[in-house]
């Protein structure tokens, strides 16, 4: 049957991190949305570890939050402990990170889900699509009822036959417990979409109460939390929407009643155990076509290749306050479940460790994401929307970030409007995507501060400023969140300029500070603004130097990336353009001139004839190459 | 399509010797120029004759500049025309300048590019302007290939390989505080940083093509004393008077001239004639003469024809090859005596120093060999190597820069911030350096992941 000859504006396939803040972000603009699950229990599920934030994820996670997301609120009510990494290294590459309640985390979204306006939840199995003219139109589900949609967004994880393995037994499924989406990449590949394979892997759970603690060191949070969302710009609209509609309570205050994690080490019976069952890991074996990501290797991985390490670190993580199960981070593996049940018991703490869940790997589909506009659209379909895993990519945030932008651009669609699309200069969702769509990843990709060249505008406190320009736009905040920020964003002003010019003792505030030695205390006023402003205010004045050499870069890339490539472009028709550069252009099809630079193979020549090529077009119609 | 481009320069004629040659510059920071070089208000399209002062204030040459005002110009951009004496060396001293006044230098094809774009040309020749483009291009690319396959693309592998490394040891502990890394080491990164820096360093100093373009190519005239070799010289100079500076030799023990050999600007070391059984005072000398012979690119052995073919100094010797040496039998008015066999197959000439016979033949030789020197001569070519050294001493002063830094224990996150300043400018020489790379070698040199 057909659900309603009225289409929805969005259908969001998949209910993971990043299904859940499509459907978010497209219902929150106003666009009619439906969201469907093969399981509404599992919506927004941890499946790996019980973490968010992290190195350059912290800074996603802030990001998400200055664009309407949901991701970094539901971290800081459900967090169990809270640290911030890298207090040494500089203000920039600071990042937040929490070890949230699995179970609270996934209710309270799934709570805000079911009370959000717009919205509909729907839990039935997408087994194919439906297109009309090469256009998306809708899904069919195994229940047999179709759903008509203006525009589609493909979550489907690690679910598009996904296939786990656990030694040489292997499940369909694409997560344990749960089962695999396998017509719909036959769906994907009829559009023309092509589909390769990735692979990763999550560790072994165990029983808190079989774990010896003794003798293991505590990793407590810090007593100070730092938190995900701006609570400094969030009004009572804002903080808790939906405690506010008077419903339940759910969550805690953030930062109340943390608990600890643990540290342990493999032993050399470890390493013992793993190199003579090596054969039968499902990595080891042959069993695994797709390629795992490397910062995240198996402990087979880690032995091999690192040999001459005597022990790796593990981590005991809880998995949440109401149970008992432990993750343990580091020990991700294919290995058989009996080799696995000695493995765990050769490390300290764990000689009687109860295993509730083995470790596993899983393969899956993903389509490379050089097929996709850096609006998330298919290139190939109009309408169909992808994010997350399926664009090759790991982690929470990752996919969250893409879900965001891919609920936004959705919508923007339906109302005919020009999609929103953060660059490489403002955050690390612009990188993300742009690394995506112009460059493709071989393995599952995780971001990394170092991938961003202007790293160092991406102190994780700026991240609602820097992004104003599109929450405003976009009207993605509401009105008082946004008139506070733009408050913010003129007091930091104020207060830079106010310290570059006032003079104290010995030169300008300014001067002083960036001597670090300000013979008095600053001025009371300037004392007297919150901690954000002050902090923000404080980084820009101290870092002056640095800022600007990163304002003058991208001062530079600002003009090749306004112009854009017209998409009737024929790159291997055009006269001058070496061979290899027109091929890799018609591989990646920029969609501008500075996504084109940074093509590998691509030289300053050939973007110089693109330029030249696309003025003559402007000036005239019909010039060669362009149809 | 607007843009607010950046000021760019280059040469506008051929490389080489001519009566003149002309420096172009085009973009907003034209008419600053004008007054700062000239002191002079820019009055448009007039021919204006001045002396060219660098910007440390040492004249380089007199010259004639035009100024055109935007949209007036070739380009539609404010315009500067420098034409000066038609040597390389002083084309390149005040390319020089322009650099380090802020300018850059003009890719290929971008003077047309830019008359393209902003509506100085018409749609006919946006195609012709390609082709330039292109046709320049894989020409530079060309040149720049032979030079990176030589000895300065082995250098810049090395240095780039190096900072790669380092880079991974510091973003490691950056991208991955929560691993179980070794302890952190700044000591032993500061030290490989130093060491990198040192080699940029050298390799700025010794960069050998740069010296030939700056310094002119160095050659060697020696021989037995009474052989003509100041002869030679007078005679070789004598010629060029016209156009060369004459400089004092910095001891009293040789003398150095410029002169001009084809395209080649040469530095000409008159040195004192070597004796294999010298007196102490002769020995002096001779030591001199084996100073500038360890580091001589052109040997000029000039050989008295009337007299049985002499010695050579072992250190001398072992520098001649048949491609750096012509062998100049001078004194041909005379009879001459049997000649010897050449310890090398040398090219030979034969002249007469006092009335100059055989010198053009001699000059056109010196020009053939010192082609060889130039992997090509084209102007792109003087430009990349303007850019190189541009590009290293960036890349010292930000490894210089992040060295302190390690030592001041300044945060992590701006130590990477100068080394990432200086990958980039080091992929300015040869080729942008992703981030990918720092990760590859982060992960093959730490054991990362959870």
């Not at chain 1, 612009?430 to 493709?440: A, C, N, S, Y």
Request: glycine letters at 8%; charged letters at 25%; proline letters at 5%.
């Amino acid at each position: 049957m057909i659900y309603s000859k009225t289409p929805f504006d969005v259908i969001v396939c998949g209910a993971g991190h990043a299904g859940v803040e499509a459907c978010l972000a497209a219902s929150r603009m106003g666009a009619t949305t439906l969201l469907l699950t093969g399981n509404i229990d599992t919506i927004a599920q941890m499946s790996c570890n019980p973490a968010i934030g992290g190195q350059a994820k912290g800074q996603i996670v802030r990001e998400i939050d200055a664009l309407g997301g949901e991701m970094a609120i539901n971290t800081d009510v459900t967090g169990i402990q809270f640290r911030l990494l890298n207090e040494s290294k500089g203000p920039a590459v600071q990042s937040p990170r929490a070890q949230c309640d699995k179970k609270a985390y996934q209710l309270r979204l799934k709570h805000t889900l079911e009370l959000q306006p717009n919205l509909q939840v729907f839990q039935a199995t997408v087994t194919g699509l439906i297109f009309e003219a090469g256009k998306v139109v809708g899904c069919r589900t195994n229940l047999d009822v179709e759903f008509y949609g203006r525009t589609v967004i493909i979550t489907t994880g690690t679910f598009l036959r996904g296939l786990m393995h656990v030694g040489q037994n292997k499940n369909e499924g694409g997560r344990l417990g749960d089962f695999s989406a396998k017509t719909l990449s036959a769906s994907l590949l009829e559009a023309g979409i092509e589909l390769q394979r990735l692979k990763t892997g999550t560790p072994p759970r165990i029983l808190g109460r079989s774990i010896n603690f003794s003798g293991l060191q505590e990793q407590k949070g810090d007593p100070e939390p730092t938190l995900f969302a701006f609570h400094d710009t969030r009004g009572a609209e804002d903080l808790f929407h939906v405690e506010l509609t008077g419903e339940r309570r759910l969550g805690w205050t953030p930062g109340t009643e943390q608990v600890s994690c643990w540290m342990t080490y493999t032993t050399p019976e470890s390493e013992r155990i793993v190199r003579e069952n090596l054969h039968k890991s499902a990595m080891y074996s042959g069993e695994i076509a797709g390629v795992g990501p490397r910062y995240c290797p198996s402990i087979e991985d880690k032995f091999v290749r690192f040999a001459d390490k005597p022990r790796h670190l593990l981590f005991l993580e809880p998995e949440g306050r109401n149970t008992n199960e432990y993750y343990i981070n580091g020990l991700s593996t294919s290995l058989p479940f009996d080799v696995q049940l000695d493995l765990v018991h050769s490390i300290p703490g764990l000689e009687h460790a109860q295993l509730l869940r083995p470790a596993y790997a899983v393969e899956y589909d993903f389509a490379p994401p050089t097929q996709m506009f850096p609006s998330l659209e298919s290139r190939k379909v109009e309408n169909l929307f992808l994010a997350g895993q399926i664009n090759g990519t790991s982690g929470y945030e990752e996919a969250a970030a893409q879900g965001l932008v891919a609920g936004v651009n959705a919508a923007r669609k339906v109302r005919g409007e020009p999609p929103m699309i953060i660059q490489r200069h403002e955050g690390y969702i612009g990188v993300l995507i742009d690394d995506l769509v112009t460059k493709g990843t071989i393995e599952p990709y995780r971001m990394f501060t170092s991938r961003a060249e202007h790293r160092l505008l991406f102190n994780h406190g700026s991240a609602e400023l820097r992004l104003y320009e599109h929450s405003n736009n976009h009207k993605l905040l509401s009105y008082n969140r946004l008139s506070r920020i733009s408050a913010k964003i003129k007091a930091v002003e104020y207060w830079r300029a106010f310290l570059e010019t006032t003079k104290s003792i010995g030169g300008t505030w300014a001067e002083l500070i960036r001597r670090s030695d300000p013979k008095t205390e600053l001025p009371a006023e300037f004392l007297g603004q919150t901690k954000e402003i002050k902090a923000e205010t404080l980084y820009r004045v101290k870092y002056r130097g640095y800022l600007e050499r990163e304002y003058r870069q991208i001062e530079k890339l600002k003009d090749v990336e306004k112009i854009n490539i017209p998409s009737s472009i024929d790159f291997l028709a055009i006269p001058g353009l070496r061979r290899e550069s027109a091929l890799k252009l018609h591989q990646f099809k920029p969609q501008n001139l500075g996504q084109a630079s940074r093509i590998s193979g691509v030289n300053p020549a050939d973007i110089s004839i693109l330029m030249v090529l696309i003025a003559a077009g402007k000036r005239s119609r019909g010039s060669p190459g362009i149809a | 399509m607007s843009f607010s481009p950046d000021t760019i320069a280059a040469l506008a004629t051929p490389a080489g010797t001519s009566a003149i040659a002309v420096v172009r510059a085009s973009g907003p920071q034209v008419a600053g120029l004008v007054s700062g070089i000239f002191a002079e208000t820019p009055l448009p399209r007039m021919a204006r004759h001045a002396d060219y002062r660098d910007a440390r204030g040492q004249l380089v040459d007199d010259v004639l500049f035009t100024f055109f005002a935007a949209p007036n110009s070739f380009t539609g951009e404010d315009t500067l025309e420098i034409s000066c004496h038609g040597n390389p060396f002083i084309a390149q001293k005040i390319l020089e300048d322009l650099l380090a006044r802020g300018c850059r230098t003009a890719e290929a094809g971008e003077f047309s590019k830019r008359a393209f774009l902003n509506g100085r040309m018409d749609l006919s020749q946006a195609e012709a302007v390609m082709d330039l483009i292109h046709a320049r291009s894989e020409r530079a690319l060309a040149a720049a290939n032979q030079q990176l396959r030589g000895s300065l693309g082995r250098h810049m592998g090395l240095l780039i390989s190096q900072l790669v490394n380092i880079l991974a040891m510091v973003e490691a502990y950056i991208d991955f505080p929560d691993e179980d890394l070794p302890a952190e080491d700044r000591q032993s990164v500061l030290s490989e940083l130093k060491e990198l820096a040192a080699a940029t360093k050298q390799l700025i100093a010794t960069s050998h093509y740069g010296e030939l373009l700056r310094e002119g190519i160095k050659t060697v005239i020696f021989g037995e004393p009474n052989a003509g070799k100041s002869s030679l010289l007078n005679r070789l100079v004598g010629r060029e008077r016209a156009l060369v500076s004459a400089e004092p030799g910095t001891t009293r023990d040789y003398l150095e001239e410029r002169i001009l050999a084809g395209p080649h600007a040469l530095r000409l070391i008159d040195t004192a004639g070597f004796n294999l059984a010298p007196t102490p005072l002769e020995q002096r000398g001779i030591e001199k003469t084996l100073e500038q012979a360890a580091e001589a690119d052109l040997f000029l052995w000039v050989i008295d024809a009337t007299r049985p073919l002499p010695g050579l100094p072992p250190a001398v010797a072992a520098r001649l090859t048949t491609a750096n040496t012509i062998a100049v039998f001078n004194k041909t008015d005379l009879p001459p005596a049997p000649r010897g066999a050449l310890p090398q197959d040398f090219p030979v000439v034969t002249i007469c120093a006092l009335d100059g016979a055989g010198i053009e033949e001699l000059q056109t030789m010196i020009a053939r060999l010192a082609d060889s020197f130039q992997v090509e001569t084209g102007d792109e070519l003087i430009a990349i190597n303007v850019r190189h050294s541009h590009a290293l001493v960036q890349a010292q002063q930000a490894l210089e820069s992040a060295g302190q830094k390690l030592s001041d224990k300044t945060d992590t996150e701006l130590v990477a911030s100068d080394l990432r300043c200086a990958l980039e400018a080091f992929g300015e020489i040869s080729g942008k350096v992703d981030n990918e790379k720092i990760l590859d070698r982060l992960f093959a040199t730490f054991c990362i992941g959870k």
